[in-house]
Every structure is written in structure tokens, then in C-alpha cells.
């Protein structure tokens, strides 16, 4: 069960208390989105739906999973219902504690480790568990809530190294970045000629050409400076055994990220009468991973940018059981969870352009406030060295949860009555965010998705004249930002007609409200009675003229690049058609 499985390592890609952003709620039985309840509360996360208000085993009193036969108490999602309770504290005083611990001193090293001249990384696990229950109580202080109130506190703390597998990619040579290609080399030991877009004639990445640069040298000043920096920032190459790498890289690194999780959970009992019970819960949940990738931020294939990420979940909830008479039972729940996604730590200045000496280049620069190096690619490039960023890099995100639910219970005779009422608030956000706000570069030389006239027939190359393939760049971040109630009631019979036969009769009533703009936010919607078909804008569709492959606009007849296939041709209908600006409730403007 998800979060529960007690050691170090419950799979090869699943840590016990789940990876940093949650752990996976298994499917039971087939069924999808299985619902998992703390204590009554959601667990799931709003987004993914993975487990996220983790518990330690040690702290589990029971586990019940519902995966058929539901009645209609069961609620939320479609799919099976495991339900985990919490351990309350007795009369007595009880504890536990154990230590954990993993250690590379006992584990080989791994053949890839072998082959490439790597040590034996890091594999370090230190697990703390410890759980303490008992009275409130404390000799000549507190004495009168001995049977009363009762406490019961559980923590964990991991403090581990966990290394990935082995990478590898191909960084630009020192000669590339000076401009000599007379060394580059394909995967079959062959040079690639280095085309000259200025030149007429062809040249064949394999044999040649007039149209070639001579001896593959390109000359200083045609350099563009960014795309030389672009390179430059990469490290060189640590790895030159072609015997070994057949040329597909160069360079070689691992990643060994150091995981820190910390949970802390107080359940608190208060019998006020023997009739009337209140239950506090309070938890804290704080996992942070730093590591060169796995952290939502900034990555690539290679070591790019050593910064932290962590999702961690704060939550509060109170339960009331009122019983009446020797039949009835009410009981009513209230809790509120917050979840953060945040980068907490950078240990290094790697993605800073003013650190490796990137000359300023943005059309938007104000919507690049941190002045983060652009996202590159290289393909065509074997295993060519990548940069990459999440769309909300620096992240902060939250998740929040406000939950009600009232249920009564009155056994009559055979029958068992229950009705319920559940009420559930979600504000969410993603922070600010936007695609390619810091730049994004493509300096594709594959041909066979690549048509740019200026194309050398190698991505570095490419890079040094500053010939890119493709551009995106995004003018702002806008703040992702909205919210949804959930409401849910139900009434049931749980009939025994006779010793042997068991009825389970109900009926459920659901209205979930589809996510909106909070009212103190703009946005854009497409309404559809704002779409006008006479409105539509034209693409350019492909065609083939005079033996090439092209854009074409059958109304004009207007020939453009293959690389515009499939853009709005300007000036044909009109792009924004059916989108209307929106406030809260997605009102219409």
C-alpha cells in the first residue's frame, strides 16, 4: 500500500514514504484513481492524485481497502477506497524506535560504473522511526486527565544518498568551440563535412562538396556571440574512448541526490463525557531532494544544475463523535491541508547567464527576472548535451484543502441507517509560469525535420554561426491559479432480512464544480457562441513546388518555408475567435 511499505527501498524507483512529490496510489482490481483516506481525510493530491499525507507504519492501528460492493458511504472517485487510521494512545505508556541503515561498503559496483572508469557511487540510507503513545499525564502536574485525554506522536527522519544511473551525452570538443570541425565525427568514425549556408553548390555531410567550408575550419568572424556562449558553457568532454562509446558521447557523469524527509504527526484524545469524544490531528510533512534532475526544475542529460524541490503537506484536522442513547451516533470532521512545491535550495550559479558569460539575447527580458541560460538542444547530435526547465522554474506552487463531513448512524432491528454530507473547498496554484520564458533554442541539423537553409549539417556548428533551427520565447508569466468546491451527500440501509443475507441499499448525490478563476483573477476562456466559422484563420498546408516540400496558402497562393507548415497565415481570420477575457467565475466580459 502506498506510504506504507516499511525499509529503505519498497521498488528500483520507489522509495518507503513515497518520492518526494507523493507516493503512487496502486490500481486495486482494475479500478483507476483509488481514493486514500488519513483519518477520515483526502490523501490524494489535487493534480496527480498521488498519496500525499504520508503516515509511518508503526503509526497505522488499521488499513481497510473497499475495491467492490461499495455502499454508498464511499465516495469521491470511482475507483477503490483504502482507508488508513491512526493510533491513538492508552492508559499506559508505549514507544518505539528503530534505526535504519544502507551503506555502499556493501553493495558491488555496477557494471556501467565498470565500463566507463566510475567509482562505486554513494548508496546511503539512515532511517529514524520512533512512535510514542500514552495518557496526559504528567506526576504532581498534570494529574486530573489521566482517563481522559490521551496523546500519541510519531516521527521519521531519512537522511540519505541516492545515486541514479549512470549518463551520458556529447559535449562541443575544444576544437568545435574554436571553430575546427576537422575532427567531429559521425558514428561511423567518418568526418562530417561542415557546410558553408553562404556558399553555392551542396555538401554532403558524408562526401563533401564545393559548398563544404574548407578543411571544415569555420572562420572567427562569422562566430555569432551567443551561440558561441551557448557552447561554451557546457564542460568538456571527460570520456574519449570511441571503442568503448561508439561515438555516441563524449562525456559521462552520475548524479547522487541527497534525499532528506521529514515526518511529524501528534493525535490528540479528549473523552469530555462518556458520551462525547474530540480528536485533534496535526502533521508535518517535509521532504527536500537535491540533485542534478528529479527536482522540477531546471535539468537536461548531463549535471547541469545541482537545486533542490521539495512538496511538502501541513495539515490540521478535529473530529467530533457525539453518541446518543445507546443507538444513535453523530459524528462530525473538519480538517484543512496546504501542500508547497518550492525550490528551496540552488548549490551553484550554473544556470545564471551573467555567471557563464551569456551576452543578453531576450526579445522579453523582464518575463526572465532571475536571467537564467536559455533551454538548448542539439539534436542531430548524438546524445547531444540538453538544458531544460520546468515552465514554472523558480517553483512555487500550493495546494490547499478546506473539508467538511457530517455523518449519522442509528441502528434500528435489523437495519442500519447512515447519511452523510461532505463538503470540500480546493484553492490551487501553480505559481507563476510560461513556456520558453527564459528562451528556448533548437539547433537542429537532422534533415529529415529540418529545412532551414542555413543548416551546416551539425548542431554545434549550427550553434556557433548562431543558425538556429527553431526560437520560442514567451513575453510574460501569468500565475496559474484556481479553485473548486465538491459537494456530496448520501443515505443508506445496511438490512440483515435474514442471519445469512446482507442488503446494502443506497444512494449517492455528487455536484462537483468544474475549476474556475478565483474572482480576484483575469484570465481568457473560449466560449463557444463567441466562434464565428466565417472567422476562422487560415494555415499554411504543405505542398510540393518546383520538386520542394513547402507551406501554401490556397487563397493566395503564397509560398513560404516547410518549416511554417501548420502556422496561421497573417492576416486570414482572426486568431482570438470564440476566446473571451474572463474574471472569477468565468463571466463573460
Not at 557546410?195 to 555569432?224: E, K
Not at 557546457?234 to 515526518?263: A, C, H, M, W
Not at 484553492?427 to 533554442?441: A, D, K, M, N, R
Not at 496558402?553 to 511554417?564: H, K
Amino acid at each position: 500500500l502506498p506510504g506504507t511499505i516499511r525499509g529503505v527501498q519498497a521498488d528500483s524507483i520507489t522509495p518507503s514514504l513515497g518520492p518526494t512529490n507523493g507516493a503512487p496510489v496502486p490500481n486495486i482490481a482494475g479500478l483507476l484513481r483509488s481514493t486514500v483516506m488519513l483519518d477520515g481525510m483526502i490523501a490524494n493530491d489535487a493534480d496527480t492524485n498521488a498519496h500525499v499525507s504520508i503516515i509511518n507504519v508503526d503509526a497505522i492501528a488499521e488499513i481497510k481497502v473497499v475495491s467492490s460492493g461499495m455502499a454508498a458511504e464511499y465516495a469521491r472517485s470511482g475507483g477503490a477506497q483504502i482507508s488508513l487510521q491512526s493510533k491513538s494512545g492508552t492508559r499506559q505508556f508505549h514507544g518505539s524506535l528503530g534505526f535504519f541503515k544502507r551503506h555502499d561498503d556493501l553493495n558491488a559496483t555496477p557494471l556501467i560504473n565498470k565500463n566507463n572508469n566510475l567509482e562505486k557511487p554513494y548508496y546511503r540510507y539512515n532511517t529514524l522511526t520512533g512512535t510514542l503513545g500514552g495518557p496526559v499525564y504528567i506526576p504532581g502536574v498534570v494529574t486530573g486527565l489521566r482517563d481522559k485525554m490521551f496523546f500519541f506522536y510519531t516521527t521519521e527522519m531519512w537522511e540519505n544518498k541516492e545515486p541514479q544511473g549512470a549518463r551520458t551525452s556529447t559535449m562541443p570538443t575544444a576544437l568545435e568551440r574554436q571553430g575546427d570541425f576537422s575532427q567531429t565525427l559521425d558514428t561511423n568514425g567518418r568526418v562530417i563535412f561542415i557546410r558553408d549556408p553562404l556558399r553555392a553548390g551542396a555538401c554532403s555531410p558524408t562526401t563533401g562538396g564545393p559548398a563544404c567550408f574548407p578543411g571544415n575550419i569555420l572562420p572567427a568572424d562569422r562566430f555569432d556571440a551567443v551561440g558561441r556562449a551557448l557552447l561554451n558553457q557546457f564542460p568538456e568532454p571527460n570520456f574519449t574512448d570511441r571503442s568503448v562509446s561508439l561515438g555516441q558521447y563524449n562525456y559521462r557523469d552520475q548524479d547522487i541526490r541527497d534525499v532528506t524527509k521529514r515526518l511529524n504527526q501528534l493525535k490528540l484524545d479528549f473523552n469530555a463525557t462518556a458520551k462525547d469524544r474530540l480528536t485533534v490531528r496535526w502533521r508535518d510533512w517535509y521532504p527536500l531532494t537535491i540533485g542534478y534532475g528529479g527536482t522540477f526544475g531546471a535539468g537536461g542529460n548531463w549535471n547541469f544544475h545541482r537545486q533542490g524541490y521539495t512538496k511538502s503537506e501541513k495539515s490540521l484536522q478535529t473530529t467530533y463523535t457525539r453518541t446518543f442513547g445507546l443507538n444513535i451516533v453523530n459524528e462530525a470532521s473538519a480538517s484543512f491541508r496546504v501542500m508547497r512545491e518550492t525550490a528551496p535550495d540552488s548549490q551553484d550559479e550554473r544556470h545564471l547567464m551573467s555567471a557563464v558569460g551569456i551576452p543578453p539575447f531576450q526579445l522579453f527580458p523582464d518575463a526572465n527576472v532571475l536571467g537564467i541560460v536559455p533551454a538548448v538542444s542539439y539534436p542531430g547530435v548524438p546524445t547531444g548535451a540538453t538544458i531544460t526547465y520546468d515552465t514554472r522554474y523558480p517553483i512555487a506552487a500550493r495546494d490547499g484543502r478546506y473539508s467538511f463531513v457530517h455523518n449519522v448512524s442509528w441502528s434500528k432491528g435489523s437495519h442500519l441507517f447512515k447519511a452523510g454530507l461532505l463538503y470540500e473547498f480546493n484553492p490551487t496554484s501553480e505559481g507563476p509560469q510560461g513556456t520558453c520564458f527564459q528562451g528556448c533554442f533548437n539547433f537542429s541539423s537532422q534533415t529529415a525535420v529540418n529545412i532551414n537553409p542555413l543548416n551546416t549539417n551539425y548542431a554545434f556548428a549550427n550553434a556557433l554561426l548562431g543558425y538556429y533551427n527553431q526560437y520560442q520565447e514567451t513575453n510574460l508569466k501569468t500565475e496559474q491559479k484556481a479553485q473548486a468546491s465538491i459537494w456530496e451527500w448520501f443515505v443508506q440501509d445496511t438490512w440483515k432480512p435474514i442471519k445469512n443475507l446482507t442488503l446494502d441499499l443506497g444512494i449517492r448525490f455528487g455536484h462537483v464544480e468544474p475549476y474556475r478563476l478565483p474572482d480576484d483573477l483575469i484570465g481568457a476562456a473560449f466560449v463557444p457562441d463567441r466562434w464565428n466559422p466565417a472567422r476562422v484563420p487560415r494555415l499554411f498546408r504543405p505542398a510540393i513546388v518546383n520538386g520542394q516540400r513547402v507551406g501554401f496558402d490556397q487563397i493566395t497562393g503564397q509560398v513560404v518555408p516547410s518549416t511554417l507548415i501548420g502556422f496561421l497565415v497573417p492576416g486570414s481570420g482572426d486568431p482570438n475567435n470564440g476566446m473571451a477575457p474572463t474574471r472569477g467565475r468565468c463571466r463573460r466580459a
